[in-house]
């Protein structure tokens, strides 16, 4: 027989090395997701589980649009693919427009890649180039942030700030430091918002700098709100801090919008929630309502142009992807954007913010929370973590929700929420009730 014809036990889960997951654990108990609809996911049994993280703080249109998906298959049915080398196709150019039209301050020019961490290898190689091409090729140092996740390329887990990276791989970039994180429960906890302390934590820019030679560093990236390390808003002033002393030194401000970009916050980038504008922003996820992957880089007109020089038959960047701008993409992207114009979703997110946040506010005092912070669509629900064991409780949580029919996310002790934005105020209800409910249950 064959290696083809070999019948495929469905239930066999252990050819998949799957991702971010503990493996054996989950083996042992999977739970596994087959359809989703709406706010909604279906497991392969029907039980139907409120989806409180728009997947993976991705699918903010909510699932199964169906004019995204008429307009990918009809794409698939038209042309596959196009190399985006020496060629374009059409959707691809019309994309890139349709994104430019949105962009706030200067950002001007629209990169494609297929994921965030693309995303931030890119940016990060374009900051690097820039500075090349007008004749400052000693600014090679980056500077993120304690904290900051920026996928996982090599680029952004250097410029991240989680500690595993070190310890599994060891390996980083060269040049690159950290500012301090801006998580402060001890002067914050249970802000409604921006947190009123911390914008000083931004002048240990300039100490870096300092240490480093400004003339030396090319780009400062961070989250605006710090997404995967446990919703981390950013405290007032702080981003205009950062802008500041970035603009005096010559600096590139990278805004890292992989979860931030198109709606979480109520407006389509954090860019304009804060009116900090950065020179670069990447961004993936909702940029397709994460129907086929895509991530972008949005850089200024000053940026674009400083690599519009020399003759004119040379690569003016020398990096891409086989798949950046695939047509299968493009079209869910502008089914994508159609779909946040015409229902007004990010006006939506904005005016149920407030509701969002009363709800959310309203589980201090449940078992287990110590803090508790949001912004648009986004809450962290941080747990006392059990004496010896961190992560173990809010992963207890997530299971006992799970069951109970929803969805959240874990990071450590820290419970982060981010529903669709399409999410209604009794089902914004449900979330809160299910997850006190499992916060009561579990020890
Ligand atoms: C801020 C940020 N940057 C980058 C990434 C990486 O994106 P991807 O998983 O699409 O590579 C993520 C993913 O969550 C993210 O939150």
Redesign the pocket.
């Known amino acids: 027989m064959s290696a083809a014809s070999l019948p495929v036990d469905p239930n066999n889960l252990e050819a998949l090395w799957m991702p971010f997951t503990a493996n054996r654990q989950f083996k042992r108990k999977p739970r596994l997701l087959s359809r989703a609809e709406g706010m909604y996911y279906y497991t392969p049994d029907n039980r139907q589980v409120l989806d409180g993280t728009a997947g993976?703080?991705c699918v903010n249109a909510g699932h199964g649009r169906k004019s995204i998906v008429e307009a990918i298959q009809k794409q698939a049915a038209t042309m596959d693919f196009a190399p985006g080398f020496q060629m374009g196709h059409p959707l691809s150019f019309e994309f890139a427009a349709r994104l430019q039209a949105m962009l706030p301050g200067d950002l001007n020019q629209v990169f494609f890649t297929n994921?965030?961490?693309?995303?931030?290898d890119t940016a990060l190689k374009i900051a690097l180039a820039y500075h090349r091409a007008r004749g400052e090729a000693q600014r090679v140092r980056f500077i993120g942030r304690e904290r900051g996740?920026?996928?996982?390329g090599f680029g952004?887990i250097s410029v991240g700030g989680i500690a595993p990276n070190r310890k599994q791989f060891g390996l980083q970039l060269p040049y690159v430091d950290h500012l301090p994180h801006t998580h402060d429960p001890a002067r914050n906890a249970y802000s409604k918002g921006q947190p009123e302390h911390g914008a000083e934590l931004a002048d240990r820019l300039e100490s870096i700098l300092a240490l480093h030679d400004p003339s030396t560093v090319a780009a400062v990236i961070v989250?605006p709100v710090a997404?995967?390390t446990g919703v981390l808003i950013p405290p007032k002033g702080y981003l205009e801090k950062l802008r500041a002393i970035c603009s005096k030194h010559g600096i590139l401000l990278i805004f890292?919008e992989?979860?931030t970009g198109f709606g979480r916050l109520g407006t389509a980038f954090a860019a304009e929630r804060f009116a900090v504008m950065p020179d670069l922003m990447?961004v993936?996820?909702g940029i397709t309502n994460a129907a086929v992957p895509m991530?972008a880089v949005f850089a200024t007109k000053a940026i674009y142009d400083a690599f519009m020089n020399g003759p004119e038959n040379t690569i003016e960047f020398f990096h891409g992807y086989t798949y950046s701008g695939h047509p299968l993409a493009c079209a869910a992207g502008i089914a994508t954007l159609d779909v946040y114009r015409d229902e007004g979703l990010f006006a939506r997110a904005a005016d149920l913010a407030p509701y969002w946040e009363a709800t959310m506010h309203a589980l201090k005092g449940t078992r287990h929370v110590v803090d508790i912070r949001n912004l648009g669509l986004v809450a962290g629900i941080e747990l006392e973590p059990r004496a010896g064991a961190p992560g173990t409780r809010a992963y207890d949580v997530l299971v006992d929700c799970f069951e109970a029919g929803l969805l959240i996310r874990t990071t450590g002790d820290i419970v982060a929420l981010s529903p669709p934005l399409i999410v209604q105020k009794p089902q914004i209800d449900q979330m809160a009730e299910m997850l006190s409910a499992a916060l009561r249950r579990v020890a």
């Open positions: 993976l703080w994921s965030g961490s693309e995303s931030v996740y920026h996928g996982v952004g989250e997404g995967s890292d992989v979860i990447t993936a996820k991530g």
